[in-house]
Structures are given as C-alpha cells and as structure tokens.
C-alpha cells in the first residue's frame, strides 16, 4: 500500500502561484505512476497531470497546459505540482494520486489504487 498526505493548499488572487506537495510513504514509491486531480463542488474529479514512474513522462488536461508542472523526486518520496498564473476555475480539491499500471487512460480517476485526502486551493 502507498499513503499520500497533500500540503500547500491555500487561498492566492488571480495570477498567483501555488506549490502543491504530495508526501508518500510505504510502499516502492518509484513503482508507481503519480497523478494530480481536482475536483470542484458540484463537479467530477478531473486529471490535471500525470508523471511516469521515472519522472521523463508528463500528461497535462488542456485547461492546465502551460501554467501548471508536475515533478517527482523518488529519493523523497515527493511529488510537486507547480502551478502558476491561476486562474478562478482552478478553485478545486486537489489529490494526488498513484498507479501502478500506468497504461491505461492518465485521467481516468478509476485506475489510481490510492489517494490522498486532499487540499484545498481558492483562486479569487
């Protein structure tokens, strides 16, 4: 089993940055493909990114392309998501997220085996 615990959540004007973490712990972190959801009220959870086990492979939802970065550092255990230039309609739970097939669809929320609780992020 993978324990994910988001952090960096918090409230930013238009056009600020947020630098969201994901802390994992138990299982072979590098085993997994790790990925960034959110979901407003109200909404489906939708993809925002993705990264490959090794960290050379990332997927973005358009909405995001271009603002948004996400990295891994398998020697900590971490994964980032940078984000930048938000935007209203980025206001979302955020969770992280981690799977081990790695070859279905990135953002389909059904093929991560685990999740965080999330964090809050609110773009006025």
């Known amino acids: 089993d993978v324990q994910l615990v988001e952090s960096g959540g918090g409230s930013v004007q238009a056009g600020g940055s947020l630098r969201l973490s994901c802390a994992a712990s138990?299982?072979?972190?590098?085993?997994?493909?790790m990925g960034w959801f959110r979901q407003a009220p109200s909404k489906e959870r939708e993809g925002v990114a993705r990264?490959?086990?090794?960290?050379?492979?990332?997927k973005y939802a358009d909405s995001v392309q271009g603002r948004f970065s996400i990295s891994r550092d398998n020697v900590k255990n971490t994964l980032l998501l940078q984000m930048d230039n938000l935007k209203p309609e980025d206001t979302a739970m955020y969770y992280c997220?981690?799977?081990?097939?790695?070859?279905?669809?990135?953002?389909?929320?059904?093929?991560?085996?685990?999740w965080g609780r999330g964090t809050q992020v609110t773009v006025s």
């Open positions: 997220a981690a799977e081990d097939y790695c070859g279905g669809s990135w953002n389909l929320a059904e093929n991560y085996l685990y």
């Open positions: 138990g299982d072979i972190y590098s085993d997994y493909c």
């Open positions: 990264i490959s086990r090794g960290g050379a492979g990332t």
